[in-house]
Nanobody, 124 residues
Framework: QVQLVESGGGSVPAGGSLTLSCAAT????????MAWFRQAPGKDREEVAT????????YYGDSVKGRFTISQDHNKNTLVLQMNSLRPEDTATYYC?????????????????WGQGAQVTVSS
């Protein structure tokens, strides 16, 4: 059983930056993939970024490409999302997710472990 705890959310003005961290109770290098999703009120949960643990391949949603960076720190068993040039439309609850077994790694149902969420609010 892997437990995930997000931190680093908050409120920033448009154009600002935030760093989200996700601490895992198990070794992150034992995962198949990890990801960040987000969900705004009234909207579906959306994939933001995914990283495949074995080779470090990354995937980004079109709306965050070039602004967000996902990374893993296996020494600290942590998943990180660096968010730059934030926009009001980035406002959402951000969730960390992990999967231990091979899966598609792109939709919520692919992931078996979730954090509780961290609120990010970007003001215009």
């Amino acid at each position: 059983q892997v437990q995930l705890v997000e931190s680093g959310g908050g409120s920033v003005p448009a154009g600002g930056s935030l760093t989200l961290s996700c601490a895992a109770t198990d070794r992150t290098d034992s995962t198949y993939c990890m990801a960040w999703f987000r969900q705004a009120p009234g909207k579906d949960r959306e994939e933001v970024a995914t990283i495949y643990t074995d080779d470090g391949r990354t995937y980004y949603g079109d709306s965050v490409k070039g602004r967000f960076t996902i990374s893993q720190d296996h020494n600290k068993n942590t998943l990180v999302l660096q968010m730059n040039s934030l926009r009001p439309e980035d406002t959402a609850t951000y969730y960390c997710a992990a999967e231990l077994n091979p899966s598609g790694c792109h939709v919520a149902i692919d992931f078996g472990y979730w954090g509780q969420g961290a609120q990010v609010t970007v003001s215009s």
